[in-house]
């Protein structure tokens, strides 16, 4: 099936660096990725929609200036946790549909982010 | 806004059968998720429903009622491997993001 490759699997930073997170695509090609975030014991809620070759589409509530997405290739999406604080500590995944109909989504394997 | 609810927490005992519920009230609806996802790790797909009635697929099964926006995901043959948070979600339209329920965390206690 479908992999979806992430990485870091895990970071630690100190608050007010940024932090790169990318997720690629390894045996298909994805023009959409979606971008999530988990704190412990809460669901996975939706940061943003990664384009390739656009502008990513943000969630309500989600600050384009400090989560900044990048998906230059049709394998390759970012993410990028700029000046860091505690709060922004979490786990990020990201995913991307399969096109086989069904439309499922697969999901790399997540990034934990712990800002010190 | 989007609601999806299930239970918060769920015990079964290995070998039983366990049924995990999900209603939703969603604007739209192009088709119901469950996955599983064990602490720290990604989630995993286990079924989709856009049809009314129940799939299954080995130890698993879904089923969906749209007339009631309702779902819920049974597994038998419980394994203590199975604690984990299964998640279920629901795609509201053509190819949008899913929006995901809180999950339930279900135990399997000997």
């Known amino acids: 099936g479908a992999v979806v490759s992430q990485h870091p699997s895990w970071v630690i930073c100190k608050s007010g660096t940024s932090v790169k997170i990318e997720c690629r695509s390894l045996?298909?090609?994805?023009?959409?990725m979606f971008w999530y975030r988990q704190f412990p014991k809460q669901s996975l809620m939706l940061m943003a929609t990664s384009n390739e070759g656009s502008k990513a589409t943000y969630e309500q509530g989600v600050e384009k200036d400090k989560f900044l997405i990048n998906h230059a290739s049709l394998t390759l999406s970012t993410l990028t946790v700029t000046s860091a604080h505690p709060e922004d500590s979490s786990f990020y995944i990201c995913s991307a549909p399969e096109r086989s109909g069904r439309e499922k989504l697969f999901f790399g394997s997540g990034t934990q982010l712990s800002v010190l | 806004g989007q609601n999806i609810d299930q239970p918060t927490e769920m015990t079964a005992t290995e070998g039983a059968i366990v049924q995990i519920n999900c209603t939703y009230q969603t604007s739209g609806f192009n088709g119901l998720f469950w996955y599983q996802q064990h602490a720290g790790e990604a989630p995993t797909f286990l079924s989709y429903n856009v049809l009314d009635g129940l799939e299954e697929k080995g130890r698993f099964s879904s089923f969906l009622s749209r007339s009631k926006g309702y779902s819920y995901l049974l597994l038998k043959e419980l394994q203590m491997k199975d604690s984990a948070s299964y998640l279920c979600?629901?795609?509201?339209?053509?190819?949008?993001?899913?929006?995901f329920g809180k999950g339930t965390r279900l135990s399997v206690i000997a």
């Open positions: 979600a629901v795609r509201i339209s053509g190819n949008t993001p899913l929006v």
């Open positions: 045996d298909f090609q994805a023009t959409t």
